[in-house]
């Protein structure tokens, strides 16, 4: 080759090398999505955040409106406080029953039933006359009595809840008897809202419902995950550590957000549905699970178990850790795979 058709070579090579650079970038600006920040909207007696990444601004707020929608429509079905909720028409009508529940109601006491079974009764749905007991002695100032508490386990129990799934039904087996979705309902519309963000064409999201979280697909950032704080239980805006999540969920069960405070006691407003006593070892018990009805769920009931046999629980579980704080130390106990999601 001559010096002339040598250079003219090397020129074009340069040229197509240039343009192949412009047309990846470009390719990589025109795939690069939007995103959308719904901002803070109150549910479930708290506060909802829902951040959703798509391909457009348009899709991104579509996904993000669902997701609302989905949640305040669950709202309306769990809700104990709530006297026109479906869950309200289970507990006045399930004792002598039977009570037709439908979907997503008969579908979640399914499921809260089976967390019973695996938690040997720690989380329970069957709790509010429980914590009926204990709203009840905080107005009057005085904690339960032994009698009260004697009286009050006699209508708590998931044993004495009868499911028939072939009629969808309920039936409380003993008068008195009443359900608190309370521990769950918040996870469960999390992963709900996170299933209709997907169907309405999120490429990625995160669903924050008072602290319990999950996430899916990319952040609308640089980074490939996503990165949470945990807050310490000790120091308000102040945070235990950070974490990092992709497809996955967190939850948080605490006795430093919510409390019963009798004679200047404060009380967990988590309740050992076995004795009916507050729960009193862990001040903050942290789950990450791949779904967040099971991290909320086993934050509840990892708190009424108390350490030895929380960690026990949680590490026989497949992808679940746990972080959890004690009461009277402030010690940090971590399950054996949790450092895997820390930065
Ligand atoms: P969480 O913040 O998810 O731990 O849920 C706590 C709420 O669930 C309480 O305010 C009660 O309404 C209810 N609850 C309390 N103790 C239990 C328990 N052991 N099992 C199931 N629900 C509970
Ligand atoms: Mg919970």
Redesign the pocket.
Known sequence: MDPQTKDRVQTWVVVLIIMTLMALSLRSWWRQPSFSDSGKRPVMGTLAHIIAVAENLEKANTAISAAFEEVYMLEKIFSVHNPDSQLSALNSEAFPGPFYASGQLYSLIEKSVRYSAVTGG????T?API?DLWNQAKDQGQPPSDEQLKAVRQMTGYNKLLLNPDKQTVTFKVPGMKL?L??IAKGYAVDRAVEVMKENGATGGLVDIGGEIRTFGKPPTKNKKWKLGIQDPGEEEQLLTSIMMDDTAVAT?GDYR?YFTIDGVNYS?????INASAASELTSVTIIAPTCTKA?AL??AV??MGLEKGLELIESLPETEALMVVAQTGEIIKTSGFDKYMP
Not at 122 to 125: E, G, Q, S
Not at 269 to 273: A, E, F, G
Request: net charge negative; proline share 5%.
């Open positions: 720690t989380f329970d749905i709790v914590v608190d309370g521990a069960s919510r407003h988590i309740l050992n549905p909320d934050a509840t708190t009424v």
